[in-house]
Every structure is written in structure tokens, then in C-alpha cells.
């Protein structure tokens, strides 16, 4: 039987005992998540396993296993913020509004809208009725330009169909400025 300096699942094992309160105490000091904290020091752990050869060989590999928990817990905190951005860019309003708006078409468009592909519906959302850019779109969605540029085209086809070609325009953009007539339950449909 070989000792834990022969045995690196041994090693590891014990690196793991010695090291994981440690690790999940770092990360949740980092993230402020508590659950979030017991995930990062496990992935960590895990990609520690994975290289353990190279992780037992480095002078400080405590040190090293405090770099890989830090780099995750930033990546998920960039990661966060990014979804968050994006939340409430999709779900912010403008507060123009139009006089007395159809509101005949403002239920037609909704409704065209509900039975498009969400990923279509967010581009002619964000493009048509918040006016963002398709690079502004891309980035709320975390889609490429190209991606928006042919969902948006797509979307607009259909809901040409849809509406009709000739009022199709005309009931976008009423429904754009129009006051919301009802609020999606929870901020999603």
C-alpha cells in the first residue's frame, strides 16, 4: 500500500479535506452567496483534480487553488451584472406616450407579438419599440449583430403578415408609444 505521497488521489483527498472551508470561505467573501460559495469551491476543486499533477508540482498550490476560486467567482460576477444589464434593459420604458392611442392596434400588435419566438420578439421589441441599436440589441440579448439583423427581418415579416403590410408599420409604432394596457405577470409573458 502506497503512502499519500505515492497515492495522488490520496493527496488530492487530502488537499480537499484541509483546504475546502477554506476555499468556500473565500468565495463566499467574494460572491456574498452563500450557495454560490459551496459551487465555486467545489468547481474549483473539481478543475484542481482534473490538473492535480501540475496543482501538487507548484510551490504553493493552496495559493493556486485561492487563484482558480477567485477567477471563477469573477467570472461569475461579471457574469451576473451582464444578465442584470440585460434584465433591465429589456424590461425598462420609456415614458412617451401618445394622445389617445388605437388601442385596437395596440391589442392586434400584442398579440401578433406573443405569437412570435421570443428571441424574435425581443429584437423587434428592443429595435422598434425602445429604439436600440442592433449593436445595443445584440448586447442586451448576448447575441450576435448578424443574429438580430436576420430575427428582426424575420420578426417584421411575420408580423407583416400577421397585421397586414400596409398598417403593420404604422400599428408598431402605436404600440410602441401607447401606454402598456396590462402588465405581463412576474415581468415575462
Not at 502506497?2 to 479535506?17: I, L, N, S
Not at 406573443?114 to 442592433?134: G, I, M, Q, Y
Request: one cysteine or more; aromatic letters at 6%.
Amino acid at each position: 500500500m502506497g503512502t499519500a505521497v505515492d497515492d495522488p488521489a490520496a493527496e488530492f483527498h487530502a488537499f480537499f479535506e484541509n483546504h475546502y472551508a477554506e476555499l468556500a470561505r473565500l468565495a463566499y467573501l467574494l460572491t456574498g452567496e452563500p450557495d454560490a460559495a459551496d459551487d465555486l469551491a467545489a468547481d474549483a476543486l473539481l478543475a484542481l483534480w482534473h490538473h492535480w499533477d501540475r496543482v501538487r508540482a507548484a510551490e504553493h498550490p493552496v495559493a493556486y487553488a485561492r487563484g482558480v476560486v477567485t477567477n471563477l467567482a469573477r467570472t461569475r460576477i461579471r457574469s451576473a451584472v451582464r444578465e442584470r444589464r440585460r434584465i433591465a434593459l429589456f424590461w425598462s420604458h420609456r415614458d412617451e406616450r401618445t394622445e389617445n392611442p388605437d388601442v385596437s392596434a395596440v391589442v392586434d400588435v400584442q398579440a401578433a407579438l406573443r405569437r412570435l419566438p421570443f428571441r424574435k420578439r425581443a429584437c423587434v421589441v428592443l429595435r422598434h419599440a425602445f429604439d436600440l441599436s442592433e449593436k445595443d440589441t445584440a448586447l442586451a440579448l448576448g447575441i450576435s449583430v448578424g443574429t438580430v439583423k436576420s430575427q428582426t427581418s424575420k420578426a417584421m415579416a411575420e408580423l407583416e403578415r400577421s397585421l397586414g403590410a400596409v398598417d403593420a408599420p404604422r400599428r408598431m409604432q402605436t404600440a410602441a408609444t401607447a401606454p402598456r394596457l396590462t402588465r405581463p405577470a412576474g415581468g415575462r409573458d
